[in-house]
């Protein structure tokens, strides 16, 4: 395990968060539940499936930048793929650690801004990245998010 995935916290829909899943409980695909870490160090044991979205990791990291000092050389030779429109998506609403299920609606040209969601764009230390438009499953929209705020669902 130790997959990236956002996770419904105590079963709740409208409280997702960041969260890497630990070990598998139980057998059988509706008895299945899973040990959660989320990123604030809160951890949950028993969390059933349906409460668990994995995130696609090959396409989040064709579409991310990569991060810290060691990576600038690696960052002015990669190539980014943004996260075509229609893309299935979990982001982390207006940048405030809550995450909603939507859809990326429009795709940007790459730009270098600082972290953050809402226009912000990038994360400050002058990666270039795509940005996003996005349209939750509630029909509330967010535009301009930088990739680091949104996470590509993994196909079922």
């Known amino acids: 395990m130790g997959d990236e995935a956002v996770v419904a916290y105590r079963g709740r829909h409208s409280h997702r968060y960041l969260a890497v899943v630990g070990g598998v409980e139980g057998g059988g695909s509706d008895a299945v539940r899973y040990a959660v870490a989320y990123d604030d160090g809160d951890t949950e044991e028993g969390v059933k499936r349906t409460a668990v979205v994995a995130i696609d990791k090959a396409a989040q990291a064709a579409a991310t930048p990569p991060m810290g000092e060691a990576d600038e050389a ?83």
């Open 74 to 156: 690696e960052a002015a030779t990669t190539t980014l793929v943004p996260l075509p429109a229609g893309t299935a998506v979990m982001a982390e609403a207006r940048g405030f650690g809550k995450w909603f299920s939507g859809c990326v609606t429009r795709v940007r040209a790459p730009a270098a801004a600082s972290r953050g969601g809402g226009g912000e764009g990038g994360r400050g230390d002058g990666a270039v990245e795509w940005v996003y438009d996005v349209v939750y499953d509630d029909e509330e929209t967010e535009t301009a998010m930088c990739s680091a705020l949104i996470a590509p669902v993994a196909p079922a």
